[in-house]
């Protein structure tokens, strides 16, 4: 997997998520708001460099836990799933198929990647899908974003899970999302 983050930007959204989760913790919200000095991120929509939240996520998955990167990851599920739904990528109800296909869209228009990595769907089918992150996201959190994701379709029991792993020496993350 290619990891540079040169020139690659991120929309200011997914950074308000990080500090609005834990706005409550008043100790790791300054350190994760100090982070983001000189950059502006008052604007939902304003891009900041995909560096500068990597290490924000890298940084609560080291120093709080995998189990708040899967917390914020649900966080980023239910922006990234409100920003199809709004901007008409998927329908009021849409089918597993179409909220994967529409996080693929939406990933490469909230993020500006110049090599245009991001998601793919490697495969589907009626009860999963196979999901390939492209991108440097922070690999703990895609649980929780792809399980929210998923479960706002209605599915019934939905269950995510590595089939590759660049833990694992992979060259890709790949995401088995199955339902019953």
Same mark, same amino acid.
């Given at each position: 997997?290619? &990891?540079?983050?040169?020139?690659?930007?991120?929309?200011?959204?997914?950074?308000?998520?990080?500090?609005?989760?834990?706005?409550?913790?008043?100790?790791?919200?300054?350190?994760?708001? /100090?982070?983001?000095?000189?950059?502006?991120?008052?604007?939902?929509?304003?891009?900041?460099?995909?560096?500068?939240?990597?290490?924000?996520?890298?940084? %609560?998955?080291?120093?709080?836990?995998?189990?708040? $990167?899967?917390?914020?990851? !649900? /966080?980023?599920?239910?922006?990234? *799933?409100?920003?199809?739904?709004? *901007?008409?990528?998927?329908?009021?109800?849409?089918?597993?198929?179409?909220?994967?296909?529409?996080?693929?869209?939406?990933?490469?228009?909230?993020?500006?990647?110049?090599?245009?990595?991001?998601?793919?769907?490697?495969?589907?089918?009626?009860?999963? %899908?196979?999901?390939? !992150?492209?991108?440097?996201?922070?690999?703990?959190?895609?649980?929780?974003?792809?399980?929210?994701?998923?479960?706002? $379709?209605?599915?019934?029991?939905?269950?995510?899970?590595?089939? /590759?792993?660049?833990? &694992?020496?992979?060259?890709?993350?790949?995401?088995?999302?199955?339902?019953?």
């Amino acid at each position: 997997m290619d &990891n540079s983050t040169d020139n690659v930007k991120i929309s200011a959204a997914f950074i308000q998520d990080v500090l609005d989760l834990f706005k409550e913790n008043q100790n790791d919200y300054e350190i994760l708001k /100090k982070m983001t000095d000189g950059y502006n991120i008052s604007v939902p929509t304003n891009l900041v460099p995909m560096e500068l939240y990597n290490r924000m996520c890298d940084w %609560i998955e080291s120093q709080i836990g995998q189990v708040n $990167t899967k917390k914020l990851g !649900r /966080k980023i599920g239910n922006t990234a *799933y409100n920003a199809m739904y709004n *901007y008409k990528m998927i329908s009021a109800n849409p089918t597993p198929e179409e909220a994967m296909k529409a996080l693929a869209k939406v990933a490469s228009s909230m993020i500006q990647d110049p090599k245009g990595r991001g998601w793919e769907i490697v495969e589907s089918s009626k009860k999963h %899908i196979v999901m390939r !992150r492209t991108q440097t996201f922070n690999s703990t959190l895609q649980f929780g974003l792809l399980d929210e994701i998923i479960r706002k $379709t209605g599915v019934i029991s939905p269950k995510v899970e590595y089939i /590759k792993s660049v833990a &694992n020496g992979d060259e890709f993350d790949d995401y088995k999302i199955s339902w019953l």
